[in-house]
Every structure is written in C-alpha cells, then in structure tokens.
C-alpha cells in the first residue's frame, strides 16, 4: 500500500523524473502481493482446524497471489532504489492498493457461499479501505476462516493508511497533507532520522495497540476468535464483525466501554504514542488536533447522552454507554453499532449524518475528512474575515506553532471542494441506479468518508448493501478508493498533463 523511501534525500530530484518507471512500480507490488499471500495462511489453518473444506480456497489464493507476486519481483529486479519520483508515487499509490483488493477479492469468489463478482469486488475494497460496509448476510454462519480473512484485509488496510497518510501523502502534497512532511527541517519535530525506522515503530504500535485490545476483549467475555477478529478490525477502524449485529451481539458493557476505548485511542495519532514512548513528555497530548478531536467528542457524546436519556425511559448509565459508543463508532468511521441508531429519530439521523464527514486524527486509521481540515478551514475563514475589516493588516495564520502557508490552505480547500462535489455527484448517480434520496446520498458518503453503514432503511446499521444493484456496489467500490487515496492521487492519473 505504501512504499518508504529515504525522506533525507533532495526533494528536488524526487519531484522531477524523465519517466516512470513502471518496473519499480511492479517490484514493489509484487512485494506487497507476496506480504498479502502470508496472511492468507492463517485463515486456512483456522478452517482446515474445524474441518472445513474452504481451507483449499486460500490455500489456492495464496498460490495464485504468490505467484504474482514473485514474477512481478523476479522481472524487475535490479530497478529498484529508495528514490522515488513525484509521478512514480502517485502511480505506486492507486496501483498497489488496485492490485491488493484485487488479489483480497479471490477468497470471497470461492467460499464455501460464493459471491458474485461484483459482491466479492466490493467486500474486498470496503475490507482494504477500512469502510466496512458489507454485502454479506448471517454473518454468525459464515466459516471462520471467510471471517478471519474480512478482518485480517480490515488490519492490514489500517497500517496502510497510516503509512499513506506519513508517508506517502505529504511527499505527494495531497489535501493539505504536507503539514505533515516527515522531513521537515525542523529537526526538534522529528521523532527519528529516516522513515524506515517511522514505519518499523508505527508497526510495533499498531501490533501492541491490537494485542491490547483483543487481550481486554477476552478477559471481559468474548470468545477467542472474537477477541481476535474485533480487536483487528477495532484498532483499524473498520468496522467488520463476526455477527449480524455487530458490537450490539455482546451484551456486556464491558466490552462495549472497551470498544468505546480502543476506538477512541485508533482515531489518535499513532505518532503521538511513539513521542510520548520515547519522551515521556505529556505535553505531546496538547497537540491542537487530539484536543480539537477530543472536544468535539465529549460536546457531541454529553449532548446526545442528555437528549436520549430525557427522550426515553432508560437508565442514564446505559444511555451514556449506547450513546459514547454509537457516537465514536461514526466519528471514527469504524461503523461498528449497538442497535439501530437510526431508530431513535429523525434529530439523530440529522446528527450521525454530520458524525460521518467527520473522521479523526491524522496519522490514525481514521477515514472521513479529518479534524485538522476542519481546523485549517477555519482558521483561513478568521484570518480572511480579519482582512475584510483590516485590508492592510498583516495576519500570520499558525496551526500547532507552524505557519499555516498558502499552499496548506488551498490544498484543504481544493480537497473539501472536491469531496462535496464528489457527494453531489455520486449521489445523482446512484439516484438513476433506482437509489432513494436518503439511501443515495448517505451510501455517497459513507463511500467516500470510509464510514461503512450508511442511514437509508436498507443499508443501515442494520442492514446490508446485498440488495444494491451491480452497478450501484461498482460506483460505491469507485468512491470508498476515491475516498481513502484522499481524491487528487487519482484524479491525477486521469490527467493529461500527468502522462506528458
């Protein structure tokens, strides 16, 4: 999903190359692929395990994968180097993960249940992307293996959208993202030399964070295979489960506050965890964007807890653990629920449909627009309103102690342009495929925020996209890429200019 590369080196020499070069493209997908195919054994052992036959599905995926895999690395060896060009990235970005949802895609073809083409497609991409909407009914019934393999796609997505949004999308200036350039000259603000070594600490977290939580999820009452599968799909964000109904097929709030936890702690800044490791410095909490994010949350969870409460007649304690929950499930665009939120009336579908533009923290496995865009956006509409009533006025717009420079904030600006008119778009679309109005724009947005579940009365929290037609699930499939590659890494490679 992500490739890394010596940040140290000339940022010039990076940004301008003759051609691309497609053989250390296909070098570094290849090495993704045969990555991929080792995480296919495990749900082959699990099924093999209890008997079930599914195990020569990905016995014969990880083949068919690893072979791929291993011609794509064997034909271009000796191309490959840790410089990579501006137009490399992009085309590196939307081909590694077209080729890993790609391969994700075989197992769900030759279950023992079988999907169709366009179902399998959509299952992989919505797993991959972390937006966990699923065409997938009877969920308990499935073989474990199937299930092991939704998350398992759920948790590798997660650390690829990590290392994308470090990594990748900074060096490639998409949507504001250079604010966080691992190579900035300000050394202070650097957690190591090279991105390597980011990548090696961002993985151990992820897999310490993942180990917690599965550990807490068994030691509160789920099963072994439970902990597991939802403490993968927790900690990316993802939203898939091993149950129809979801977190809510857990009747412990234990496990539901511990879900609210470790949902809350993936939508921080993996880095953060890692400054404060290595530190020990509690200051790195004051990051604007974890307490904006934080804020928000505790407004948006104190408030709906007092309207559920005094609208109903339920216990105040359950209604702050249904609420915190369903709350930071849409937030962080895990999608995962307790019940049908959509139940509670027409004042809460009007709020957890502004909850699904949202997102968390750059850096964390988070999908939706992101809190620091919303920050940056209105920062540049105070400084803009102050030079309406002052014209020779000199204002400085800062974000975290860093100077907010016009190309941060036309880049947010060009993203939040693109995403809505990208809503409008999808939503006409899918309005012709025989969608209604709510179903059409809530399943655009769920798409392209990675939310999962959408608010219509059939793909709901408590419902599926099963009964969506073809062409509707390949347009959701379009916009769940569209969404988690940030927009303008493809929408570049349709640009003449670009192949110039």
């Given at each position: 999903m992500v490739q890394t590369f010596d940040t140290s080196s000339s940022t010039a020499r990076r940004k301008k190359a003759p051609v691309i070069d497609f053989h250390r493209v296909s070098f570094v997908i290849g090495m993704m692929l045969l990555v991929l195919t080792l995480f296919m054994i495990p749900p082959a052992l699990v099924d093999a395990v209890v008997g079930n036959p599914d195990f020569w599905v990905f016995i014969g995926s990880a083949f068919v994968s690893g072979f791929l895999g291993l011609m794509m690395v064997m034909s271009s060896r000796g191309s490959w180097s840790d410089e990579i060009y501006l137009k490399e990235g992009f085309v590196l970005t939307v081909a590694s993960w077209l080729a890993l949802c790609g391969v994700a895609t075989i197992p769900f073809l030759f279950f023992g249940h079988g999907l169709s083409w366009s179902d399998a497609w959509f299952e992989a991409v919505s797993g991959l992307t972390t937006t966990g909407a699923t065409v997938i009914n009877n969920l308990d019934d499935l073989p474990p293996g199937i299930l092991l393999w939704r998350s398992i796609i759920q948790w590798i997505g997660g650390i690829g959208i990590v290392l994308m949004a470090l990594i990748m999308l900074p060096f490639l200036r998409v949507g504001g993202m250079q604010l966080f350039q691992a190579e900035s000259s300000d050394t202070s603000d650097k957690i190591v030399a090279k991105s390597s070594e980011l990548v090696r600490l961002i993985a151990i977290t992820?897999?310490?964070?993942?180990?917690?939580?599965?550990?807490?999820?068994?030691?509160?009452?789920?099963?072994?295979?439970?902990?597991?599968?939802?403490?993968?799909?927790?900690?990316?964000?993802?939203?898939?489960?091993?149950?129809?109904?979801?977190?809510?097929?857990?009747?412990?709030?234990?496990?539901?506050?511990?879900?609210?936890?470790?949902?809350?702690?993936?939508?921080?800044?993996?880095?953060?965890?890692?400054?404060?490791?290595?530190?020990?410095?509690?200051?790195?909490?004051?990051?604007?964007?974890?307490?904006?994010?934080?804020?928000?949350?505790?407004?948006?969870?104190?408030?709906?807890?007092?309207?559920?409460?005094?609208?109903?007649?339920?216990?105040?304690?359950?209604?702050?653990?249904?609420?915190?929950?369903?709350?930071?499930?849409?937030?962080?665009?895990?999608?995962?629920?307790?019940?049908?939120?959509?139940?509670w009336g027409h004042g809460a579908i009007g709020v957890f449909f502004l909850f699904m533009f949202l997102g968390g923290c750059t850096g964390s496995t988070t999908g939706g627009i992101k809190t620091f865009r919303f920050q940056v956006m209105l920062i540049s509409a105070r400084v803009y309103l102050r030079k309406l009533i002052t014209p020779n006025r000199v204002v400085v717009a800062m974000y975290n102690g860093k100077k907010l420079t016009p190309d941060i904030s036309t880049s947010v600006l060009a993203y939040l342009s693109v995403m809505f008119l990208s809503i409008m778009l999808f939503t006409l679309v899918l309005s012709f495929f025989g969608l209604d109005f709510i179903d059409s724009v809530s399943a655009s947005v769920s798409a392209l925020a990675n939310v999962g579940p959408a608010l219509g009365p059939e793909i709901g929290p408590a419902g599926t996209f099963k009964n969506l037609a073809w062409e509707s699930k390949l347009v959701l499939t379009f916009g769940m890429l569209l969404g988690r590659l940030e927009f303008f890494t493809v929408l570049v490679i349709f640009s003449r200019d670009f192949w110039r």
């Open positions: 992820y897999v310490i964070m993942t180990a917690l939580a599965g550990f807490s999820y068994s030691i509160a009452g789920m099963s072994a295979f439970d902990a597991l599968n939802h403490a993968m799909t927790t900690i990316a964000t993802g939203g898939f489960s091993t149950h129809d109904l979801s977190f809510g097929h857990f009747e412990s709030p234990v496990i539901h506050w511990l879900g609210f936890f470790f949902l809350t702690a993936a939508s921080l800044p993996l880095v953060l965890y890692i400054k404060f490791v290595r530190t020990g410095n509690w200051n790195v909490w004051s990051d604007m964007q974890v307490k904006g994010f934080l804020k928000f949350l505790f407004l948006a969870i104190t408030f709906l807890t007092l309207w559920y409460y005094l609208t109903r007649e339920v216990n105040f304690f359950d209604a702050l653990r249904i609420v915190a929950f369903n709350t930071i499930s849409i937030i962080s665009t895990a999608g995962f629920a307790i019940g049908d939120y959509t139940a």
